[in-house]
């Protein structure tokens, strides 16, 4: 039999968890909406130009090169940027520019993983916490607050010297040390949600813990989240460099900006190419990242929808 349209909203809320229920989701603005604010938003698209340009050359790297990034060439060491090497030579006559793009890609591939990971473990561990409350709330805060309490960049020195350099250790490094950050975000945003309306709502006709968490109130913390994971991985691109550049993160021969930059450093009279231009790269994509994010934080806040051309 058809259900009527007039049928009563917890009538329909108790036919089960697969109905589409009322206090789900509150009325978002649309993708078009949301598109639209952000071409506007000039930063925003400028670091979004930025930040795809700078994924494509990484990953487009074995077709962008000139040369091998690991083959030592005797004689050419030291070269100036020139048609034949863009961006000069090292010390072992390696192209600097192939290696630039290469160590772009792990530079990468460990910020993005970090960031992915830290927000797949804190944002759980936030939400349940902050739902929980209580006795769960405080053991769970208490460890992220110990977390809190080291430097970042300490903390992530001192897992590396436990597990052992390496680009992936370092991604686990990354990753504890973005952890903290998703979980405090998590929870502020289920402390508030959780006594408005839609969310008693679902409480009052028996929707489970599971499904007020995952399904009422993450869908409604994305706009904050999804800030915080592009500020995630720009964190994440410059620990991981500094990692390497302590020599704790990729090790030779494979090409890492952080690396890069301490072998550059002892150069620097002799050739102020050789850390120049991963440090471009660094800053650039760290400026992208961050304008990305600023724009995001300015359309998803729906206190922005009606600033007019001002974003």
Known sequence: MTMSSSEPAKDRATRGDEAVQPWDLPEQPSQSRLWHRFLRHRGGVAGLVVVLAMFFVSVAAPLLSTHDPLVISKGNQFLPPSAAHFFGTDEFGR??????????????????????TAAILGVPLGLVSGYAGRGLDTVIMRCI???????????????????????????????????????????????????????????????????????????????????????????????????????????????????MLLSGRGHLRRAWWYGFFPGLFITSLILGLNSLADALRDVLDPTMANQGNNL
Do not use: C
Not at 95 to 103: F, G, K, V
Not at 197 to 210: N, P, S, Y
């Open 145 to 259: 607050d110990t977390l809190l309490a080291f430097p970042a960049l300490l903390l992530a020195l001192t897992i590396v010297a436990v597990l052992g350099p390496g680009s992936i250790n370092a991604m686990i490094a990354v990753a504890i040390v973005g952890l903290p950050g998703f979980a405090r975000l998590a929870r502020a945003s289920i402390l508030v949600q959780k006594e408005m309306d839609f969310v008693l709502a679902a409480q009052a006709v028996g929707a489970t813990a599971r499904r007020i968490i995952f399904r009422t109130v993450l869908p409604n913390s994305l706009a904050p989240l999804l800030v915080q994971l592009t500020l995630a991985v720009a964190f994440a691109i410059l620990v991981e460099a500094a990692l390497s550049f302590l020599g704790l993160g990729t090790q030779p021969p494979d090409a890492s900006w952080g690396a």
């Open 95 to 116: 192209d600097i520019y192939t290696r630039t793009l290469h160590a772009g890609r792990i530079s990468l591939l460990a910020g993005t993983v970090a960031a992915l």
